[in-house]
């Protein structure tokens, strides 16, 4: 199957409440069987919900529309194996952070850097979180090198545990957990430097 997806921003929607069960299992089939309307109005529904996961993961900005078109392929390539257990936005997001955690692991090599170099933050921290703001924070996280980042994304964002962290990325426990840390300190000294 040969989508090709843009990154423009979707149509806008008349209701964006969450669909029953019943209509996300219909759109599903109708994306099965290649109705070009219902990928569109799929694409549409979910298209924030899939960005916002490729934005936590990527690099760079420059990444989420890759990221995003992968996405979106794999959806649609694999939305016959959607079984109407839960809610079809849950699918796609896992199926998202799959395909972006498939993009760190392709890029480990250059991804990995060690950071032993750093040190815990010793003063400052409540002083600094009380001016910091989510976005300042997103941006922090960004500047994160890939793989902490995404364990850090995992963890603390998804809620995935680390048994669960190691099977996908094909790590250790420990090394999920080491990495894990690495993140929480290097976000320290990042907030400690900026609002200090």
């Avoid at 002083?127 to 994160?144: C, K, N, P, T």
Wanted: proline share 4%; with cysteine; aromatic share 6%.
């Amino acid at each position: 199957m040969t989508l090709s997806l843009s990154i423009d921003r979707p149509a806008p929607l008349g209701n964006t409440a969450s669909p029953d069960l019943s209509q996300e299992s219909q759109l599903a089939r109708q994306c099965s069987a290649g109705n070009r309307r219902a990928q569109r109005q799929l694409y549409d529904r979910y298209y924030k919900l899939v960005l916002g996961v490729c934005r936590r993961y990527a690099n760079h900005s420059s990444e989420d529309g890759d990221l995003l078109n992968q996405a979106f392929l794999r959806i649609f390539d694999r939305i016959d194996q959607f079984r109407a257990e839960g809610p079809l936005g849950a699918w796609i997001r896992q199926v998202s952070v799959r395909v972006c955690l498939s993009a760190l692991r392709k890029n480990q090599r250059e991804a990995y850097q060690e950071l032993a170099d750093i040190q815990q933050p010793t003063t400052g921290l409540p002083q600094a979180l009380q001016r910091l703001a989510m976005e300042d924070l997103v941006s922090l996280i960004q500047q994160l090198p890939a793989l902490p980042k995404a364990i850090f994304n995992l963890h603390t964002v998804e809620g995935y545990t680390h048994a669960e962290i190691a099977q996908l990325l094909a790590i250790s426990e420990s090394n999920s957990r080491y990495h894990l840390r690495q993140a929480r300190l290097r976000l320290q000294l990042l907030i400690n430097r900026q609002y200090q």
